[in-house]
C-alpha cells in the first residue's frame, strides 16, 4: 500500500520539471498568430507589401482598428451580461513581473493544459452534467466535500483555529454518519456551517512561509511555489488516496476530478480577452482572501472621504429637507 501512495507525489514533483524542459526546446504549443513577420500580403496586390520596422500597421488595421474594436465590444457584452468586468475585477494590485518572472514559461505550460483539458476533461465534465440529474451531482460534490474536511481539520489545528477546527470535525461526524457517508449535508442545519477549508499552503502561509513566484502546473492548473508542494502532503491527509483497492481508489479519484471540473462549467463564461491573466490574478487573489480568513483591506477609503459632514443636499444639519 506505501508503494503505491508514493506514486503520485513523485508525479508531483517530476512535473515540477517540465516548464524548464519546455523553455529548452521551445513551445510547441505558440500560437502562430504571434510570430513576427516582417512581410504581409495584402489583397488585390501585385506583391507582398512591408511594415515598418517599428511593426506599424497595415491599412486594413490603420483603417478599421478591428482588434481593439472587437476587445471592446467583448468588455461591453461582458459588463452588460453580469454587471462587471472581470479584467478589472481580477486585476492585481501587484505588478505581474514581481508575481509572474516565469509567465513564459507558465504560460506554455497553460497552453498545454487548456488543449487537454478541451480534448480530455471539458467534454466527460459537460456530458457528467447534462446526463447526471441535479440531486445526484448535489450528493457527489457533499461526499467529496465531506472527505475534504479531514485536511481541512489537520490545517485548522496547525494553525490553532480551534473554533473551526471543532466546526470542520462536528461537520465531518455528523454527515458520515446522519448524512449517509456525506451524501448529504446534514450538519448546515444543525448551524455546522461549510466553510472554505485550510489546506496546507495556507498552514505555510500562517507560519510565515512567503509565496514565491506564480507557477502553472501540467494537468494541476495554476499554484504557487509555496502551494505547489503542499499538495503533497493535502494528497496524504485526504481520506480517498488511502482506499486499499485499486480500481475503487482510481474511480473516486476520477469522479472527483470530473465533479470539481463540472463545477467550473459556468465560470468558462467570464473569461473573455487574456484567459491566462485572468486566472492568474484570481487565483492569487482567492489565496490571498483564503490565507487571511476574508478579512481583507477595504480599498474604498475612510468614512470621511464620502464627507459625511454634508448631507445630500449640502446642508450640515439633521433636519429633514422636507
Not at 35 to 64: N, Y
Request: zero cysteines; glycine letters at 10%.
Amino acid at each position: 500500500m506505501l508503494g503505491r501512495l508514493f506514486i503520485s507525489p513523485w508525479l508531483i514533483a517530476v512535473l515540477h520539471l517540465v516548464p524548464l524542459a519546455v523553455v529548452a526546446q521551445g513551445d510547441p504549443f505558440a500560437e502562430s498568430g504571434q510570430a513576427d513577420v516582417d512581410v504581409v500580403e495584402q489583397p488585390g496586390d501585385s506583391g507582398p507589401a512591408e511594415t515598418d520596422g517599428d511593426g506599424g500597421k497595415g491599412p486594413e488595421q490603420q483603417a478599421g482598428g478591428q482588434g481593439e474594436s472587437e476587445v471592446s465590444a467583448d468588455t461591453d457584452n461582458l459588463e452588460d451580461e453580469y454587471g462587471f468586468d472581470p479584467a478589472e475585477e481580477f486585476a492585481s494590485e501587484q505588478e505581474p513581473g514581481e508575481s509572474d518572472p516565469w509567465e513564459g514559461a507558465n504560460r506554455a505550460v497553460f497552453r498545454f493544459n487548456t488543449a487537454v483539458d478541451s480534448w480530455v476533461l471539458k467534454p466527460v465534465a459537460t456530458s457528467y452534467r447534462q446526463i447526471t440529474p441535479i440531486f445526484m451531482q448535489r450528493g457527489v460534490s457533499n461526499f467529496f466535500g465531506n472527505l475534504r474536511e479531514v485536511t481541512s481539520v489537520i490545517n485548522g489545528a496547525l494553525q490553532w483555529k480551534w473554533g473551526q477546527v471543532g466546526n470542520d470535525a462536528g461537520r465531518f461526524v455528523v454527515n458520515s454518519t446522519v448524512g449517509v457517508v456525506g451524501l448529504f449535508d446534514v450538519a448546515q442545519h444543525m448551524g455546522l456551517e461549510r466553510g472554505d477549508g485550510e489546506d496546507f499552503a495556507q498552514t505555510l502561509a500562517v507560519w510565515g512561509v512567503p509565496a514565491g513566484p506564480y507557477v502553472v502546473l501540467p494537468l494541476l492548473g495554476p499554484s504557487t511555489v509555496r502551494d505547489a508542494p503542499a499538495l503533497v502532503v493535502d494528497y496524504y491527509t485526504n481520506p480517498m488516496n488511502h482506499v486499499d483497492h485499486d480500481q475503487t481508489r482510481y474511480a473516486l479519484q476520477a469522479t472527483d476530478l470530473v465533479e470539481i471540473r463540472a463545477s467550473l462549467l459556468d465560470v468558462e463564461t467570464l473569461l473573455k480577452g487574456d484567459q491566462y491573466v485572468l486566472l492568474r490574478d484570481a487565483y492569487l487573489q482567492r489565496r490571498e482572501y483564503l490565507i487571511n480568513d476574508g478579512n481583507l483591506e477595504d480599498d474604498f477609503g475612510e468614512e470621511d472621504d464620502f464627507g459625511d459632514e454634508e448631507d445630500d443636499f449640502g446642508s450640515d444639519t439633521d433636519e429633514d429637507p422636507f
